[in-house]
């Protein structure tokens, strides 16, 4: 088992890539899409993010290429790229007119991915994406994490202008019209269906992030994978190595009270060998309420989870994705050195043995 870092796009230079190294971690998860592009300063988070790239703007194979050499130089593999720009397949996930030409760019995406030697593209279909979460000091110690109310969250739909909730067009007015979960449920299906061959082809793993937070409908607009079963019904669809989930322990926990559900989805995916890479996070509750904890102060025992993996036959890519923020000169920095430290030291004790 390999612990990552996830690294946002703001942070994919020397000092990240140095970072990253002298906390231990072996792998990158790599954010490309600039979330914060153009974003007005008054945005709350996770309310509104900033500006979608055009979909003419994919990412290049030398832009690829040149940051996989920037990672490998400073002794890092990048083992995925985690989401894409919401303007690169707005009407993949809207079912709009420029699906054929965007779901073309994915292929030619994901082909690239393959030729420079990246194995995962993190993917998560949803037309409201991580949405609804707020900041609190409710962590271990009084740290600052995103905790969920459902009966704190705004009421009202998505707006035309948005996807994921990002701008992809300014100029619409208005709010999108909202649509039945079967419909939503078709569209992945047509993105499976023509990227997946492709990828096993290029040796890429699409990964599939369930819905933060797991909630049937956010913004007036349902959502496909909010329960366990819902990554089965996923991977259903199109049965191959390629159709894979980004495994994340986090939400998970969030779906359901209590944490028998979160060992048994490991198992089981585990063995399927269905997971691509693993989000390991802590969180306290589910939904209807929860906060997100330190790797070591939520409601999963840790060191149960690592040993389900591991006795599973898991041995692939865990990053922390979120951690609370420690009060100090570096917040964000503390927050997942820690969390590298307590995964690497915890898989140190059920390693031992054979390595
Ligand atoms: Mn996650």
Not at 11 to 32: I, K, Y
Not at 90 to 101: E, Y
Not at 275 to 287: C, L, P, S, W
Not at 310 to 315: E, F, L, S
Request: charged letters at 25%; aromatic letters at 10%.
């Amino acid at each position: 088992v390999r612990v990552g870092i996830g690294l946002y796009r703001s942070m994919l230079n020397e000092n990240g890539f140095r970072f990253a190294a002298q906390v231990g971690a072996t792998d990158l998860v790599v954010h490309l899409t600039d979330y914060m592009r153009g974003a007005t300063a008054d945005r709350t988070p996770f309310s509104r993010w900033g500006y979608a790239a055009n979909d003419r703007d994919l990412w290049s194979v030398d832009d690829l290429q040149r940051l996989v050499k920037a990672a490998t130089d400073s002794g890092l593999r990048i083992a995925a790229i985690e989401n894409l720009d919401p303007g690169f397949w707005s009407d993949v996930l809207l079912g709009g007119p420029a699906r054929n030409r965007q779901l073309d760019g994915l292929k030619r995406l994901i082909r690239d991915v393959g030729r420079v030697g990246i194995s995962a593209i993190g993917y998560y279909f949803a037309l409201a994406g991580p949405w609804g979460m707020t900041p609190s000091r409710g962590a271990r110690g009084g740290a600052e994490s995103l905790g969920f109310d459902a009966k704190a969250i705004p009421a009202g739909g998505l707006p035309s202008s948005e996807v994921w909730n990002m701008v992809v067009d300014p100029t619409k007015t208005g709010y999108r019209r909202p649509i039945d979960r079967d419909e939503l449920w078709e569209r992945l299906d047509v993105f499976l269906q023509a990227c997946v061959p492709v990828a096993e082809e290029a040796g890429v793993r699409l990964a599939a992030h369930p819905d933060d937070p797991p909630v049937p409908e956010l913004r007036s607009n349902p959502r496909l994978l909010y329960r366990p079963e819902h990554f089965d019904d996923l991977l259903d669809l199109y049965p191959s190595t390629a159709n894979a989930l980004e495994f994340c322990q986090g939400t998970i926990t969030e779906m359901l009270p209590g944490v028998d559900h979160v060992y048994q989805a490991i198992e089981k995916h585990a063995q399927r060998g269905s997971i691509a890479y693993v989000h390991f996070r802590n969180v306290r509750g589910a939904v209807p309420q929860y906060q997100e904890e330190f790797v070591d102060s939520g409601d999963v025992d840790p060191v149960r989870a690592l040993r389900t993996y591991y006795d599973c036959g898991y041995r692939g890519v865990l990053i922390p994705d979120h951690a609370p923020a420690v009060d100090c000169g570096a917040p964000w920095e503390a927050g997942m050195a820690h969390a590298v430290g307590f995964l690497r030291g915890a898989i140190a004790t059920l390693t031992s043995d054979d390595h």
